[in-house]
């Protein structure tokens, strides 16, 4: 297994320049989002799905405008990993989460799954389609092209545990110089998905940016429902016994 990798974007020098959407594109083959003009915000993609691997938010406010590059969150505990039944998703040997788009039937099971909205099916052909983290770059000893593109280290790329150090004296910095509302965001191995691989450095409540406040991987409690459906299975099969059993006497 080799060192884990991941992302740490850094949203307070995000200019919203969105190389790192063409880049991802160009390298992925990706297809364009349609060029919709949404008459909301000047951002036009709108957010992540199976078109959009990763996504430059236009957040505009009262005296100024928030940018912040969103991607998969590549989870430790992935409930798209959890409830995929082909083995289409897998964790790499860089602790990444990848769909196998030619392994993968189109069940869906996937796109409920992410407590983060990311992974969608593509209209065309069904299958469902997420950020790779650049896997094939990775195994060449490159770093991904949204990384590579970024013109002012928004997007930085790296092994975990020296991003999150990196994150964590970034966000002493700010505060040392008065941005109070600075935070991190899915840095915390503690959290319901016991950290993410991707994690961001934001400027406002994780809401503003369409990110959930405190989520939780969705198959948490997935083995007490199969223990308590366990239960319920074998009170039915002991109840049809007894009213068989009634009926000889």
């Known amino acids: 297994m080799a060192e884990r990798v991941g992302f740490f974007t850094d949203s307070s020098v995000c200019i919203g320049c969105k190389a790192c959407e063409v880049a991802c594109k160009e390298w992925n083959g990706v297809p364009d989002d349609g060029f919709v003009f949404r008459a909301t915000s000047y951002d036009n993609t709108g957010g992540l799905g199976a078109d959009t691997w990763r996504h430059v938010a236009f957040i505009e406010q009262d005296g100024r405008w928030l940018m912040s590059s969103d991607v998969c969150k590549h989870c430790t505990n992935a409930a798209c990993l959890d409830v995929c039944p082909t083995g289409a998703?897998?964790?790499?040997?860089?602790?990444?989460?990848?769909?196998?788009?030619?392994?993968?039937?189109?069940?869906?099971?996937?796109?409920?799954?992410?407590?983060?909205?990311?992974?969608?099916?593509?209209?065309?052909?069904?299958?469902?389609?997420?950020?790779?983290?650049?896997?094939?770059?990775?195994?060449?000893?490159?770093?991904?092209?949204?990384?590579?593109?970024?013109?002012?280290?928004?997007?930085?790329?790296?092994?975990?545990?020296?991003?999150?150090?990196?994150?964590?004296?970034?966000?002493?910095?700010?505060?040392?110089?008065?941005?109070?509302?600075?935070?991190?965001?899915?840095?915390?191995?503690?959290?319901?998905?016991?950290?993410?691989?991707?994690?961001?450095?934001?400027?406002?409540?994780?809401?503003?940016?369409?990110?959930?406040?405190a989520p939780v991987v969705t198959t948490r409690d997935l083995p007490q429902m199969w223990w308590w459906a366990g239960g319920a299975a074998v009170a039915l099969v002991g109840a049809v016994a007894a009213c068989f059993a009634g009926s000889r006497r």
């Open 89 to 213: 998703l897998f964790r790499t040997e860089f602790d990444t989460v990848v769909v196998q788009p030619d392994i993968c039937n189109g069940c869906g099971y996937c796109v409920p799954a992410c407590p983060f909205g990311v992974i969608e099916r593509r209209e065309r052909d069904g299958r469902a389609w997420k950020c790779t983290m650049c896997y094939d770059r990775l195994r060449g000893g490159l770093e991904p092209a949204c990384a590579k593109a970024c013109p002012t280290d928004s997007i930085q790329f790296g092994p975990l545990d020296e991003l999150r150090e990196r994150a964590a004296a970034r966000l002493e910095r700010l505060h040392a110089d008065g941005v109070d509302e600075a935070r991190l965001y899915g840095d915390d191995p503690g959290d319901g998905v016991g950290g993410a691989g991707a994690f961001f450095l934001l400027l406002d409540e994780p809401e503003t940016y369409g990110l959930p406040p």
